[in-house]
């Protein structure tokens, strides 16, 4: 997943990225307040430019990892940076390049999506024209056309959660922290608010920090997935790293599986046993005609041959357990 | 959008690498949107009957001052005499601007948007009173300015003429007073409430609650305790240092502030400081929230 190659190619500045840079790295970070209540504690974790997956229940803490991130909170102890800048010294650097779309309602219902969007552009410091067509610009990104000059209390909750993307990217930052962006959404506009988050980190060449409480929902879009509980680092990793034989085929026959076994070792298949299915991993086009051979050469009954995916979730799952 | 058979030119993502600007243009931008909203400028005709009325209702008061006084050269009303005549009116322009500008903006969770953006919480905070302060002085200045149109016409000779409008100045920058602390007192009370309409009893509340103390400090059969009953209450305390400012000494009337004045000063400006303070501490805590 060479990642930081993709980065950034639409820029005048296009190689700016291609060393991979920390884009967050904190360090011993630990948020609690009145000296009671524990949200961050002892957090360190370092990513690159990409898609980064924050997950966690409710209260686990993402939200206020996201304002020390902005600047907005200062953290009680530990450090911090976010592209290269230390947001408890510098917030207005930082927030001059991050855009943040909150969890909750923040649209005033009584301005066109259109008028807001660009009055928010200007409040990042875009000249008057220039906030006006990057606003129509990140309006039509989101998927918003003629409905942009209609009172955003008109909309639905999905065109909603779209306004609330498109001020967070007219001013062009380099990275995007969303809070939940497919809360309230049904699973189609789920699915396209993930494809959207997708597009925005791999076309548009913007690192975008996503926050959800739904693991299954994030895991498919990110490079990088951060999991918190309780205000601790439970695991942060490439998903790739994470997944490293992403697509396993499992076999099943209704007799013979040793035979077949000693077969597909012989053949160089890396064979492991999931007691009577034999799993191989997908390695290319021809492990599938390969497998196939095996059993029809065998003359055995072949009863199942499909793909699985490894699930991200498994490899939380012994963690998170033992937190619950 | 209307490219010719529906041709859709997707050009793709572009980055922006133009200027900048830098804090005071952000804040100028923010004030110059407040500006609009105090008389509901690009909003719905409901939010433009008020402050248009207050508008109408000044500039009438204006038109017959300025005719009287083109007319008989009698001086009814003195410049600085205006915003303490009409000063229930400004009551109510803050009343109605104060929640529309800063309450609408905490209903809506429109906060965070903002804070998120290199804005400070308390530019936030100035742009939103400088706003309501500039619209005070429009409305009410522009009184004065008909107010002296009159007189100009009235007068004889240049130096009258300017002698004239040294005092319309003056009475204009009295006003921006009145401004300053009426606004500073209406913000931070709307600053406290989410919902518009209590927002506006409250500001309306605040400035009518020490009405009665004022009634009550001058039944007290003390000359100290008169002269100082006016201070309890924001419009009759700038009420007083107009006194002291403009009243010339000989001219003692019933109800003055006595030698007061310079304490009238001092705690005019101590309100505004407080006010200030707290509303941009306010600010400042609802950021990280």
Redo the contacts between chains.
């Keep these: 997943m060479a990642r930081s190659g993709v980065r950034?190619i639409?820029?005048?500045?296009a190689g700016s990225y291609a060393e991979p840079v920390t884009l967050i790295a904190t360090e011993s970070l630990t948020k609690t307040y009145g000296g009671r209540v524990t949200a961050l504690s002892d957090l360190t974790v370092s990513v690159e430019p990409g898609i980064i997956g924050l997950v966690g229940a409710n209260g686990a803490g993402k939200s206020t990892l996201i304002?020390i991130l902005?600047g907005?909170?200062p953290p009680t102890s530990g450090r911090v940076q976010v592209l290269g800048l230390d947001p408890t010294v510098d917030p207005?650097?930082v927030?001059?390049r991050?855009?943040?779309m909150?969890e909750?309602?923040?649209?005033?219902?009584?301005l066109s999506a259109a008028?807001l969007v660009t009055?928010?552009g200007?409040?990042?410091?875009?000249?008057?024209t220039?906030a006006r067509e990057?606003a129509s610009?990140a309006l039509r990104?989101v998927g918003l056309?003629?409905e942009r000059y209609r009172q955003v209390g008109g909309y639905s909750t999905g065109m909603k959660q779209r306004v609330k993307l498109a001020?967070a990217l007219v001013?062009?930052p380099d990275l995007l922290?969303l809070d939940e962006p497919t809360n309230g959404l049904d699973p189609a506009g789920r699915d396209a608010m993930l494809s959207l988050v997708q597009r925005?980190g791999t076309?548009?060449?913007i690192s975008v920090v996503v926050c959800s409480h739904l693991l299954g929902e994030v895991e498919r879009i990110c490079d990088h997935l951060i999991a918190i509980d309780g205000g601790r680092l439970l695991r942060s990793d490439n998903v790739s790293a994470m997944t490293t034989s992403t697509d396993v085929l499992v076999v099943e026959v209704s007799e013979g599986d040793a035979e077949l076994e000693a077969r597909l070792l012989e053949m160089r298949l890396p064979v492991t046993r999931d007691n009577h299915a034999l799993l191989v991993p997908l390695e290319d086009d021809q492990t599938y005609d390969r497998i196939l051979t095996a059993v029809a050469d065998l003359d055995l009954p072949l009863h199942r041959l499909d793909q699985r995916r490894h699930r991200v979730a498994e490899l939380f799952a012994d963690r998170e357990a033992a937190h619950v | 959008?209307s490219s010719p058979a529906g041709v859709i030119h997707d050009i793709?993502?572009?980055?922006?690498?133009?200027?900048?600007?830098?804090?005071g243009?952000?804040f100028l931008?923010?004030y110059t949107?407040s500006l609009r909203t105090v008389f509901g400028l690009?909003?719905?005709f409901k939010a433009k009957i008020f402050p248009w009325l207050i508008v109408g209702v000044v500039t009438i008061v204006g038109i017959v001052m300025m005719a009287i006084r083109a007319q008989t050269g009698e001086v009814v009303m003195k410049y600085a005499e205006l915003p303490q005549f009409l000063s229930t009116l400004m009551v109510l322009f803050v009343a109605i601007a104060a929640p529309e500008l800063v309450s609408?903006?905490l209903h809506?969770?429109?906060?965070?948007?903002?804070?998120?953006?290199?804005?400070?919480p308390a530019d936030y905070a100035l742009a939103k009173l400088a706003a309501l302060v500039t619209g005070i002085v429009l409305v009410w200045g522009g009184g004065q300015i008909l107010i002296f149109l009159g007189a100009a016409f009235s007068v004889k000779g240049f130096g009258n003429v300017m002698n004239e409008l040294a005092d319309a100045g003056l009475g204009i920058i009295y006003t921006a007073l009145y401004a300053v602390v009426f606004a500073s007192i209406a913000i931070l009370v709307a600053s406290l409430l989410k919902r518009r309409a209590v927002a506006a009893a409250a500001i309306v509340g605040v400035f009518l609650v020490t009405v009665p103390i004022v009634g009550v400090l001058y039944t007290v059969p003390s000359e100290t305790s008169h002269q100082l009953a006016q201070i309890v209450n924001p419009a009759t305390m700038v009420g007083g240092v107009g006194d002291w400012l403009f009243e010339s000494a000989n001219e003692i009337e019933e109800g003055g502030i006595g030698p007061f004045g310079p304490l009238y000063a001092l705690v005019t400006l101590g309100v505004i400081a407080l006010c200030v303070t707290l509303m941009i501490g306010r600010y400042r805590k609802v950021?990280?929230s």
């Design positions: 950034r639409h820029g005048s500045d304002k902005l907005l909170l207005m650097g927030r001059a991050v855009g943040y909150p909750h309602d923040s649209l005033p219902p009584d008028e009055h928010l200007r409040i990042s410091g875009l000249p008057k220039t990057r610009e990104h056309y003629e001020q001013h062009d922290l925005i076309e548009f060449g | 959008m793709g993502y572009q980055r922006y690498e133009g200027e900048r600007l830098g804090r243009d952000v931008a923010l949107q690009g909003r719905n609408r903006d809506s969770g429109v906060l965070p948007l903002y804070f998120s953006r290199p804005l400070r950021s990280q």
